[in-house]
């Protein structure tokens, strides 16, 4: 069964230094997205991403936050400088167009740890 | 605008008791996705159930059953003679927005069933 690649599983990093988070999405999917969970807390949408732009974002998604897909294969986090409270597991995922089957498919996450 | 609720935050029972997962949603779009999300101990976010808003029929799948009831913007998940291996954090999820929509979730209930 296809799966979604998410590197590196944990991630350690001093408050103020860039980080990038990084996805490999099912291949024939078409709309990607970055969650975040805060230890112990919900999970929180932050972006979605449609024919190599942003369709949607919150407001965590500032403008310490990008995206990109550099390859076509490849989606990516950035963090431009982390903070503490950036500390949390980022989810990504991905999923195809076909209608009636929204199916998200979940990578197993990044735990960034900023200290 | 689009919610999901879980009212309960934490549920504790006892081995081979059923136990009934809460989930009630708000929107008002017309045609919309609900999943269960299971988040074991260790982080990943493991799909349990996709429902469309069209389709209102209960599902059975072994020990777990959906209750889908639209009347009450409800989507309850029951366990049927829990396992200590059942224990985890429980994610109601709601897509809206069509095709170019994007996935929201409950809060959580952490479920902890005790030998």
């Known amino acids: 069964e296809p799966e979604v690649t998410q590197t590196p599983s944990h991630q350690v990093t001093q408050m103020g230094q860039e980080v990038i988070l990084r996805c490999v999405p099912i291949s024939n999917h078409l709309y990607f997205y970055w969650y975040r969970q805060i230890l112990g807390q919900k999970v929180e949408f932050l972006v979605s991403?449609?024919?190599?732009?942003?369709?949607?974002k919150s407001e965590i998604f500032d403008d310490q936050f990008s995206v990109e897909r550099p390859d076509g294969s490849n989606f990516t986090l950035k963090i431009r400088s982390t903070k503490l409270e950036d500390s949390a597991m980022y989810f990504c995922?991905?999923?195809?167009?076909?209608?009636?089957?929204?199916?998200?498919?979940f990578g197993s996450g990044t735990r960034l740890t900023v200290v | 605008a689009q919610k999901v609720t879980q009212a309960q935050t934490e549920i504790s029972v006892v081995e081979k008791e059923d136990v009934t997962l809460d989930c009630v949603y708000e929107t008002r779009d017309t045609t919309y996705y609900l999943f269960w999300y299971k988040q074991p101990p260790s982080g990943e976010l493991v799909f349990l159930i996709r429902r469309n808003s069209f389709d209102e029929q209960n599902e059975i799948s072994g020990r777990y059953s959906w209750n889908f009831q639209k009347s009450t913007s409800s989507f309850n998940f029951t366990i049927t003679a829990s396992q200590v291996v059942d224990s985890a954090v429980y994610f109601c999820a709601f897509h809206y927005g069509g095709s170019q929509g994007n996935l929201i979730f409950g809060k959580g209930t952490k479920l902890s069933v005790k030998p």
């Open positions: 995922a991905s999923r195809n167009i076909l209608p009636g089957n929204y199916g998200y498919t």
């Open positions: 991403f449609y024919n190599n732009e942003i369709s949607e």
